[in-house]
């Protein structure tokens, strides 16, 4: 039963593939060809191919050391990568520098800490890149800045200093910040596991909504529940390869792959 | 021949006189010092052979004494055709020295900066250059404000050292008094309390540093 809803699965993701092959112009947010990496000796990525098509939401999930963190960091060129393919909106990463540079800006990312800038205020914070990378003026760029400040639900936090902030509230201004530079594709690598339990469910609600606004999400997360609601598809990692990959009805109940099985039952207990 | 508070008291002006040469020498030098120790610790981080290179540099630096590199400039770069004035030589001299201390000092602050900041620039698109001024050096100097003013206070205790070349600082004006009256005690002890007065005021002054910084990280 279990190896006939792989199949269903599997028919669903070439259904998706041929949709977009149907206008070659159409361009996939991600698609990443046989992508290795190591680390000195230590094989880390073996063989990624995945693709993300415009407007869909993938969670990544697999035990620690799986390599997760490590092949969201290569999509938006924090890690470099030996061999393969990565291609963002249909631009190579790493062939052409000034290309590179152009869709890593349409690339967000928001890390496990935050990582806010502590000498700066929530609004400088999301204000700097506005300024500096796209030239906005000050006036503009805090406006903008407000806007999405709004739309994480912290508005009255503009003046304050990271350190004055709740974890949660932190992570909202890093989605924010993120924000403010109107990527196309938002990459999460455990947006919550550094948080307090009360607070995880502000920054889920956070990005659910932003999934239901029709951002491209690619989000590396346990999150079973977050996973269930909103991804498109459920992507399980396990030593450096993508073991299972099926929409979360498929992944929840009736998972193919053992190892696939056994991580789940472990995220249960 | 005790000590004559009278002639202390007359000595006062003529060394006052020459604070402002000293002050500026040592404004100078700090500035000097701080922006090119910076630099060499940017470029030493970037490793690669000239980041090696740089390290080396920073080594030999620190390992000469101070009075070597100014009798250098002074006396071995005219040979080369660059004939500079004692103070620019003087300036040049002490901010050389104390950027090696200072390329050190600075290492250990930017060392202490999480690495995801670096990353989050990154991420964000933000530039090399604007990360280490908008990013890197705003939180380092957080980091590193105490021990830097301290080299501040050593520069300008350096400053005397100018006297080789003629320069006409606080100390050399002190000894052109006591040369021309023999009487050391009065106008060296009026000079190195001034001395005193500024290195006190230096440290004050980082500490009021110190504190501005510090509110923008409640911690
Ligand atoms: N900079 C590095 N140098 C060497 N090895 C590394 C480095 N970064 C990660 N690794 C190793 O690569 C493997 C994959 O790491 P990665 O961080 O991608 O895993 P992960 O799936 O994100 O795990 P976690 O759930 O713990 O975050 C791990 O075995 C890790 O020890
Ligand atoms: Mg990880």
């Not at chain 1, 869909?56 to 697999?62: A, E, M, T």
């Not at chain 2, 008291?9 to 500035?31: E, R």
């Not at chain 2, 400039?73 to 950027?99: C, H, K, N």
């Not at chain 2, 002890?189 to 980082?206: D, M, N, R």
Request: net charge neutral.
């Amino acid at each position: 039963m279990s190896s006939s809803t792989a199949m269903t699965a599997m028919n669903l993701r070439f259904q998706k593939d041929s949709l977009c092959m149907q206008d070659p112009r159409q361009n996939l947010a991600v698609e990443i060809d046989a992508l290795h990496k190591w680390y000195g000796a230590f094989h880390v990525l073996k063989g990624i191919d995945l693709r993300v098509a415009h407007g869909s939401r993938i969670v990544i999930c697999g035990p620690s050391g799986s390599g997760k963190s490590t092949l969201i960091r290569c999509l938006n060129g924090l890690e470099a990568y030996r061999q393969g393919t990565i291609m963002l909106d249909g631009t190579r990463l790493g062939e052409d520098a000034v290309q590179t540079a152009l869709a890593r800006r349409q690339t967000g990312m928001v890390f496990q800490n935050f990582n806010l800038f502590p000498h700066l205020s929530v609004l400088a914070n999301c204000t700097l890149a506005l300024r500096r990378v796209a030239g906005m003026a000050r006036t503009e760029a805090e406006a903008l800045a407000h806007h999405y400040l709004e739309k994480v639900r912290i508005p009255e936090q503009a003046h304050k200093y990271p350190a004055q902030l709740s974890g949660g509230q932190q992570q909202r201004v890093a989605i924010a910040r993120a924000l403010c530079m109107s990527p196309r594709l938002m990459l999460f690598d455990e947006p919550t596991s550094a948080l307090d339990p009360e607070m995880i469910r502000e920054v889920l609600d956070v990005m659910t909504e932003l999934a239901h606004d029709g951002m491209t999400m690619i989000c590396v997360t346990h999150e079973m529940g977050f996973a269930r609601e909103v991804a498109d598809e459920v992507v399980f990692m396990d030593q450096g390869s993508i073991v299972e990959q099926a929409v979360p009805a498929t992944f929840f109940s009736a998972p193919s792959h053992p190892r696939a099985r056994n991580f789940l039952s472990t995220l249960l207990h | 021949m005790g000590f004559d508070l009278d002639f202390a008291l007359a000595s006062v002006p003529a060394i006052l006189g020459a604070i402002g040469m000293t002050l500026l020498v040592a404004v100078t030098s700090c500035f000097g010092a701080a922006a090119l120790g910076f630099c060499l610790e940017i470029v030493r981080r970037r490793g690669g052979f000239v980041g090696l290179g740089v390290r080396f540099l920073i080594d030999f630096i620190r390992a000469t004494p101070v009075l070597v590199w100014l009798y250098c400039l002074y006396f071995i770069l005219p040979f080369y055709g660059v004939r500079l004035s004692a103070l620019t030589v003087g300036i040049a001299g002490l901010s050389l020295y104390y950027s090696g201390y200072l390329a050190e000092v600075f290492k250990a602050g930017i060392d202490a900066i999480a690495k995801g900041q670096q990353e989050a620039a990154r991420a964000l698109g933000i530039s090399r250059l604007d990360t280490v001024v908008f990013v890197i050096a705003p939180q380092m100097l957080r980091n590193i404000a105490a021990p830097m003013g301290n080299y501040f206070v050593s520069i300008l205790k350096a400053t005397p050292y100018l006297a080789v070349l003629a320069v006409p600082e606080m100390l050399g004006a002190a000894f052109d008094i006591a040369s021309d009256t023999y009487r050391y005690a009065e106008p060296l002890t009026v000079a190195g309390i001034i001395f005193l007065a500024l290195a006190l005021a230096i440290s004050q002054g980082v500490k009021w540093l110190e504190k501005r910084l510090a509110v923008s990280t409640v911690r």
